[in-house]
């Protein structure tokens, strides 16, 4: 039989067993925080889409389409871990409701774009303090990928910003996510800061 000592011990090893698992389950994300400078991107911030897309402007009717949007282009990529809203259609709706509450949301920032199929890509951009335009999410549904539809949002995401008197912009990305660091790289962003989510198992 253990001494008592040792069956204390034993007893505080079980109870703190589960926060034992749990602390050696997070993993940390590498994210970006990458900013432009918009003086000077006016000839270049020309949003064209291929001929079958057209832009959708925001409309509060709309916000669910945002979120499906968002849903769709997120549920199976990293980001979807990251912040697991993303990977969750009821998630996506109440996080585009945050969006749309924050003080600084801008609809001209705020775009779908759509084809005879349907909406297939999104973006949603705020004012935040500084004051600076903060892209939020940047979404294309996996099959709509590569044809500039990306680029063309982020265009005229910095667009709406302009318009709205802003001359700094920035956006978060997960660094893992290669395709979207060097779409950022390409279009004059710069990385500002690194950061790490903590992220249970």
Known sequence: MLPVAGESCCRALVELAPTLRSLMAITYYKRLRMEIDLDGHGATLAAALPGRF??????????????????????????AYVFPCL???????????EIRRKPGFLPGATWLIACPEGYVATVQGVMDLGPIGAIQNLG??????????????VHRALAGFQ???????????????????????????????????????
């Open 140 to 153: 294309v549904i996996p099959s709509y990928r590569g044809i500039g539809l990306g680029r063309a949002l």
């Open 54 to 79: 057209v832009w959708v402007p925001w409309e509060e009717d709309l916000l669910a389409d945002h979120a499906e949007v968002k849903f769709q282009s997120f549920r199976y990529e990293i980001d």
């Open 163 to 201: 318009e709205a008197g802003l001359r700094r912009a920035y956006l978060e990305v997960t660094a893992e996510n290669n395709a979207a660091v060097q779409l950022y790289r390409s279009l004059g962003f710069h990385r500002a800061k690194t950061l790490y989510k903590a992220v249970d198992g």
């Open 87 to 97: 990977g969750d259609r009821y998630g996506c709706q109440r996080l585009m409701r």
